[in-house]
């Protein structure tokens, strides 16, 4: 049986035993030549044997260079390959080769003393060594020394000096894997000039007529093209074709066949690995034509084909490996766009743990007010209160016994029942229980003047607890707001930016056939009500085209009013301008305020705002501190700076007010108070919220129609724990909402009812704007009382539907966005 399911799993997955195969093999293979340095013994022996006009060897020294500083345990082998691959060119080829390193270790010691910075010193070092190890060589050789071999010693130390500074950006990557870094375009050149320069090295190498270096010189543009596109691909041609072309004057042609292959193959990669082949095939037939002649054009022919041949035996996994680390390629977007998702998806998980967290902070500190044990727990405190009485009197009393241990019930109940009376009438007592206590007790008299002392401290334990379990609360209350931000914060992280590459289609399609050109748009939200677009069109010369006529064809095609959020005019002509365009609000808020401070001060008690968050609501806000002058003014406006900060952190209205009053009661002894008097306007639906602490009544004037909002609660920082009292009404366009200050309420010193007063004055205004509502409102107190006996401040708000400046342009049914 165990055999049938072992054959069973066998054939089942036989691709993944092959993948997992595969993968072993890879890793074996990259441990071969990246870790053990392998490919660093390739590279170095070919370098060796690079030479330029067939006598300046100038490649070995700065790849010596480059591992000596960035692979130092891997030197020996880098100078052993690099000695081998010139001595398989000549004898003095090896002797300035082993010449050279070894001056560049006697240079390295006295350099080394010099500066400490090995870096900037190792061009140098190159140039020192490799000039002075030619000449010695040259004078050793020849006895003498010409201006010639001066000049062309020179220019070889001048290379080894740039190929220095190339090759320690290119050497890296030969020897290091790098999985997120994408490359620099000056490191993407540094590893093609490193490439070119190996190639270099197989000059010479040849098979019946078919020269190396060509198939691998139009291999490695090939694969560049396909991976970076006509860019790199040209670029990597006329790279390499000119290292090789220095290498060998007779092939300065393969230059332009290079870098006009690479051209046309990263023109034609849409179509593949045939598009770019194609590509060099071309450009093989039209430079050989030109180059050689039809005699030698079937040898050129024959090398790009193994080229080819190569090409399309490569690896789809290398080639796409590669790209990750090539900007602009799909891959590397892919990378990026998966880095990115990685680091989206660590920071909402925190986020999430954070809020875990603070929610179980929350249930902790609210723990000890739901477990349901009040009950208990005040019996037990009554225990412990007659247990002290009962340490002070009747532990030295000879009727211990007879009255704990006999009469236990009878005792406990008359001492419960004395504490009662204590607590309710503490200056009469019932003659009958003192008559049945004294009878019972032979201390009564201490024991009921100990139970009046340690009532004072009893009731003073019990204050404090309970201040404490509403702190708890409080402190819950507040953590659970903080988690259930930090939740909707990790949730908006998560979610990505939905595909529209339909509507955008649609969208520009549209607008096209009414002669308007997009220059780009990005749709991130097409949600109703949050509609969130960005375009760029070409300089509209200040026409305000944005707005007059996109924004109103948008208004069409989605079926609710865009307007524009923000506009950026390009800074130049032929430029384009940048439009940020969303949903307009249903209604908008229109307010006025007027405001006076007692006496005619300068500083007023009585501090407003009126705000615009970001959830589409609109809040209007008086806070009143107790008192007049500076100190009332600092109270109230520390409590709208606080309560602002909280709203547009997102936390809910209830508890941001909540977390107000703890942060003023918890914050000075003082007694301080202030009223709050919040109302909270949706500006979609037009609803409105008032939340109102301590403040005086507000009202909705609708036509001749007012109505009276109010609501019980006693001013922020009386009390560390109480409830809001929420007031929900419905408005209407064209309401006037009238809030105001108790100075202003309570401003007629001779009036008995406020209410019918200011129902009346404000059916007498005829006005509909708000500001003069607010000023009639205040001049008509001031006027009745005759002086300003109180801070005074009045806000008017008037609803109004969002009529846009500009009507929707109708476009064809077909044209709109679905």
């Not at 727990?377 to 009393?397: P, W």
């Not at 009469?407 to 003192?434: A, G, R, W």
């Not at 508890?655 to 942060?663: G, R, T």
């Not at 979609?684 to 909002?709: C, M, N, T, W, Y």
Request: hydrophobic share 45%; proline share 3%; net charge negative.
């Amino acid at each position: 049986m165990q055999k049938i399911e072992r054959e069973l799993i066998f054939q089942a997955q036989p691709q993944g035993v092959m993948e997992g195969l595969f993968e072993r093999i890879g890793a074996k293979i990259e441990h071969l030549f990246m870790k053990k340095g392998f490919l660093l013994v390739i590279v170095g022996f070919l370098l060796g044997r690079a030479l330029i006009l067939a006598k300046i060897a100038p490649f070995a020294l700065p790849f010596f260079a480059a591992v000596f500083l960035m692979r130092k345990e891997k030197t020996g082998q880098a100078a052993i390959a690099l000695v081998l691959g010139a001595l398989s060119t000549s004898i003095p080829s090896a002797g300035f080769t082993f010449g050279s390193i070894g001056a560049f270790f006697i240079f390295h010691l006295i350099f080394s003393k010099i500066s400490k910075n090995q870096l900037k010193m190792l061009p140098i070092n190159v140039f020192v060594a490799s000039l002075v190890t030619r000449l010695t060589l040259t004078y050793i050789s020849m006895h003498e020394i010409t201006y010639y071999d001066v000049m062309m010693s020179f220019i070889e130390a001048g290379l080894g000096y740039i190929l220095t500074l190339i090759f320690i950006q290119s050497v890296p990557l030969l020897s290091t894997r790098r999985r997120k870094q994408a490359l620099k375009n000056e490191e993407i050149i540094c590893l093609i000039i490193l490439f070119a320069s190996v190639l270099t090295g197989t000059i010479g190498w040849s098979f019946y007529n078919i020269s190396v270096e060509h198939v691998l010189s139009r291999y490695l543009v090939l694969l560049f093209a396909f991976v970076g596109g006509a860019a790199i691909g040209s670029t990597v041609g006329v790279v390499t074709g000119l290292i090789l072309s220095l290498a060998n004057v007779a092939s300065l042609y393969q230059m332009s066949l290079l870098a006009f292959s690479g051209l046309l193959g990263g023109l034609l990669k849409d179509g593949k690995k045939y598009g770019v082949a194609i590509g060099l095939m071309i450009g093989t037939l039209l430079i050989g034509l030109y180059g050689e002649g039809t005699n030698e054009l079937m040898p050129t022919i024959f090398e790009s084909c193994l080229a080819m041949f190569m090409f399309f035996l490569t690896p789809q996994s290398f080639i796409s490996r590669i790209a990750k680390f090539i900007p602009g390629t799909d891959e590397h977007a892919q990378e990026q766009q998966q880095y990115m998702r990685k680091i989206r998806d660590v920071t909402a998980k925190r986020v999430e743990q954070f809020s875990r967290l603070f929610q179980a902070l929350s249930n902790s500190f609210n723990y000890h007010g739901l477990n349901g044990h009040e009950e208990d727990d005040q019996q037990k405190e009554i225990d412990y209160f007659l247990s002290n009485i009962t340490e002070k009197t009747c532990q030295t009393c000879f009727r211990k016994s007879k009255c704990w241990e006999e009469n236990f019930n009878t005792t406990y109940d008359y001492m419960v029942e004395i504490m009662h009376e204590c607590e309710n009438q503490p200056k009469k007592q019932s003659s009958s229980l003192q008559r049945e206590w004294n009878n019972h007790c032979v201390k009564a008299a201490k024991v009921y003047e100990e139970i009046k002392q340690e009532l004072s401290f009893y009731h003073a334990n019990q204050r404090l607890k309970k201040q404490v379990k509403e702190s708890r609360r409080l402190v819950a209350d507040q953590l659970l707001g903080v988690s259930q931000v930090m939740e909707d914060f990790a949730k908006e992280i998560q979610r990505e930016r939905e595909n529209h590459q339909l509507q955008e289609d649609q969208i520009i399609e549209a607008l096209a056939g009414m002669g308007i050109e997009l220059g780009q748009i990005d749709i991130y939200s097409l949600k109703s009500g949050n509609v969130d677009i960005e375009i760029s069109i070409p300089y509209c010369h200040g026409t305000g085209e944005a707005e007059k006529v996109i924004a109103p064809m948008l208004s069409d095609i989605l079926g609710e009013t865009i307007v524009v959020k923000k506009e950026e005019c390009a800074p130049y002509p032929h430029g384009y301008c940048h439009v940020t365009l969303g949903s307009a609000r249903a209604y908008v808020v229109e307010t006025g305020v007027a405001h006076a401070a007692k006496g005619g001060a300068l500083i007023s008690g009585d501090c407003y705002s009126t705000i615009e968050l970001g959830a589409g609501k609109y809040a209007i806000a008086i806070s009143d501190g107790m008192g007049n002058g500076e100190r009332a003014y600092l109270e109230s406006n520390e409590t709208l700076v606080l309560l602002q900060k909280i709203l547009q952190s997102g936390i809910e209205e209830k508890v941001a007010i909540k977390s107000v009053n703890s942060v003023l009661s918890l914050r000075t002894t003082d007694e301080i108070f202030s009223t709050l008097d919040l109302a909270m306007i949706d500006l979609q639906d037009a609803s409105v919220k008032f939340l109102k602490i301590g403040s005086s009544p507000s009202f909705i004037k609708r036509g001749e129609q007012i109505k009276k909002i109010e609501a019980s609660n006693l001013p922020i920082g009386i009390i560390k724990d109480f409830e809001v009292d929420v007031v929900s009404e419905q408005l209407k366009s064209g309401d006037l909402l009238i809030m105001m200050s108790d100075g202003v309420f309570e401003g007629p010193s001779h009036v008995e009812n406020y209410d019918v007063w200011m129902k009346r004055k404000l059916k007498e205004i005829q006005s509909e704007d708000p500001q003069a509502v607010a000023d009639i409102i205040l001049e008509e107190v001031i006027r009745t009382s005759g002086q300003i006996q109180d801070d005074m401040t009045v806000i008017v708000a008037k609803i109004k539907h969002n009529i846009p400046k500009w009507a929707a342009i109708p476009v064809y049914p077909s044209k709109k966005a679905q």
